[in-house]
């Protein structure tokens, strides 16, 4: 596995930049394949001289956390990380021939693994696989990014190009849901029998409804919105929302949790735009902006919540929906998160538009409101988690899947 960016720890730090669900996704998918015997190895990036080079993760055998050196020795942001990567590329293909390692398959996630893996496994001869987790163009669209300063910011045609060219040389690739596909083909001209959708899934063992200790400083009542502080993840919706709601349903609070433990420059603007917002709508009493949640306190934090909420403006599938849906608590999810087509409304989950005002806040008074909707939903909900996103289930969809295109080459029908 490739995941080269962010803080990629057996215990990941997660909310610190650059450091969320796809950190997730890589250990629990690892881990779970791991369960069958597989050994695994996860290539990131080494910057930080505290972690050691080769991490055996703890309990587990079969799997470790291989750090390559590339670069300066600092933490740096994914969109400044290309002209590193091939760096990365050689140093990896070095270690792996040092070492006599023999791996069947190499598996990128994002575009700057997608970069590495495709160099190490040419060199090697090896089968290489892909998951993009986001895709450039979509992103540039949904967040308005035509702009010179958005551009200079994300790299979006840098980043565009690569992803281009990742596609054409891999043997076979996921789609964490069928919109990223129809992304790949209305705005990369980009179409190949070698893709696959598999969506994340989530740890039952850790997420289940059973009760948990809560935090004491909370209020019983409160809404919960967990995750990266970015300018996706529709925080500004979120409050714009919640200042409808707290006027119809007298006593609820929000509780925004997420973000890193030392955050840089740009999440401590966002997150003083948020306190701007919350001080001019009059909510400082309502609103609780907790920040980093360590992993022992989220289970506690879903099950207490009367709902938790999901208001991405973009949103590639949206992780911490299912780890809600896991506890058993009634979840409202955007429309614009790739988990919502594996969803259905009314039934599992309540699916709106967070960029409306009104439906989103009427979506959110509906479940507080109704009580025995939401426990329904939260039974319904939870009862499809356990059935569909198990890691365990999912990675015996990645088995199937590096079976079937091990052996195939690259198969792209592009006009471009």
């Keep these: 596995m490739l995941s080269t960016h962010g803080y990629v720890?057996?215990?990941?730090?997660?909310?610190?930049?650059?450091?969320?669900?796809?950190?997730?996704?890589?250990?629990?998918?690892?881990?779970a394949l791991s369960k069958h015997g597989i050994n695994v190895d996860i290539y990131t990036r080494w910057f930080d001289k505290s972690r050691e080079s080769v991490e055996h993760v703890l309990g587990d055998g079969n799997l470790r956390i291989v750090r390559i050196r590339a670069g300066p020795m600092k933490f740096v942001p994914k969109e400044e990380l290309y002209d590193i990567m091939p760096e990365l590329a050689d140093n990896m293909i070095e270690f792996i021939r040092k070492n006599e390692l023999n791996y069947d398959l190499f598996h990128a996630h994002y575009v700057d693994a997608g970069l590495v893996a495709v160099i190490v496994a040419k060199a090697l001869g090896k089968p290489v696989f892909f998951t993009s987790h986001s895709l450039g163009a979509r992103k540039r669209e949904l967040m308005n990014g035509h702009s010179e300063e958005m551009e200079k910011k994300y790299r979006f045609n840098q980043r565009i190009g690569e992803e281009k060219r990742i596609f054409r040389a891999v043997n076979g690739q996921t789609a964490t849901a069928k919109a990223q596909i129809q992304?790949?083909?209305?705005?990369?001209?980009?179409?190949?029998?070698?893709?696959?959708?598999?969506?994340?899934?989530?740890?039952?063992?850790a997420f289940h409804p059973e009760e948990a200790s809560g935090d004491s400083e909370l209020p019983a009542n409160y809404i919960f919105c967990l995750s990266r502080i970015d300018e996706s993840k529709g925080h500004e919706v979120l409050l714009n929302a919640f200042d409808l709601v707290k006027q119809k349903v007298p006593g609820i609070h929000l509780v925004i949790g997420g973000g890193s433990p030392a955050p840089k420059p740009r999440e401590v603007n966002l997150l003083n735009r948020i306190g701007r917002i919350i001080e001019e709508c009059g909510m400082h009493d309502l609103v609780h902006v907790i920040g980093y949640v360590p992993?022992?306190?989220?289970r506690a934090l879903y099950k207490r919540?009367?709902?938790?909420?999901?208001?991405?403006?973009?949103?590639?599938?949206?992780?911490?929906?299912?780890?809600?849906?896991a506890c058993g608590t009634p979840t409202i999810v955007s429309q614009f998160a790739g988990i919502a087509e594996f969803l259905h409304h009314q039934k599992?989950?309540?699916?709106?538009?967070?960029?409306?005002?009104?439906?989103?806040?009427?979506?959110i008074v509906e479940l507080l409101e109704n009580r025995k909707l939401a426990e329904r939903i939260g039974r319904t909900g939870l009862a499809l988690v356990r059935e569909r996103f198990s890691w365990e289930a999912i990675?015996?969809?990645?088995?199937?899947?590096?079976r079937d295109f091990m052996n195939r080459p690259p198969d792209a029908k592009s006009e471009s």
């Design 9 to 31: 720890d057996s215990e990941p730090q997660l909310g610190r930049t650059d450091t969320g669900g796809q950190v997730v996704y890589v250990l629990q998918l690892s881990k």
């Design 183 to 205: 992304v790949m083909k209305s705005l990369y001209d980009f179409q190949s029998e070698n893709t696959v959708i598999i969506p994340p899934g989530v740890d039952i063992e």
């Design 295 to 298: 992993d022992e306190k989220m």
């Design 305 to 325: 919540a009367k709902l938790f909420v999901l208001p991405s403006t973009f949103e590639p599938f949206g992780m911490t929906a299912l780890e809600a849906m």
């Design 348 to 363: 599992d989950c309540i699916i709106t538009d967070p960029t409306s005002q009104e439906e989103f806040s009427a979506a």
């Design 395 to 402: 990675a015996e969809k990645h088995m199937e899947f590096y």
